[in-house]
Nanobody, 111 residues
Framework: QVQPVESGGGMVQSGGSLTLSCVAS????????MDWYRQAPGNQYDLVAH???????NYADSVKGRFTISRDNAKNTGYLQMNSLQPEDTGVYYC?????WGKGTLVTVSS
């Protein structure tokens, strides 16, 4: 089975950077798409970034030019590099490998 586990969240000042990691067990990681979702307090889950098994990427308009999604299939690991962070980026970030979701990691950006 695929069991994503996120890490790398924390508190950062506005303008700073964080890199989130998503480590997944299972033999099917390399053929599944990966997504990063964000949930702000009281909000639904919003798609932040997407990457196909082949490496094609898409981003929410709000993070284009600032966030980079990537994956290392040999390590069963995905990443979300977040630069120029702003307070509105605050939320719980979830990694989804196919339909398999992790528990999330909290990112807090202070002004």
């Amino acid at each position: 089975q695929v069991q994503p586990v996120e890490s790398g969240g924390g508190m950062v000042q506005s303008g700073g950077s964080l890199t989130l990691s998503c480590v997944a067990s299972g033999s099917t990681f390399s053929i599944l798409p990966m997504d990063w979702y964000r949930q702000a307090p009281g909000n639904q889950y919003d798609l932040v970034a997407h990457i196909t098994s082949a490496g094609a990427t898409n981003y929410a308009d709000s993070v284009k030019g600032r966030f980079t999604i990537s994956r290392d299939n040999a390590k069963n690991t995905g990443y979300l590099q977040m630069n120029s962070l702003q307070p509105e980026d605050t939320g719980v970030y979830y990694c989804a490998i196919g339909v398999h979701w992790g528990k999330g990691t909290l990112v807090t950006v202070s002004s």
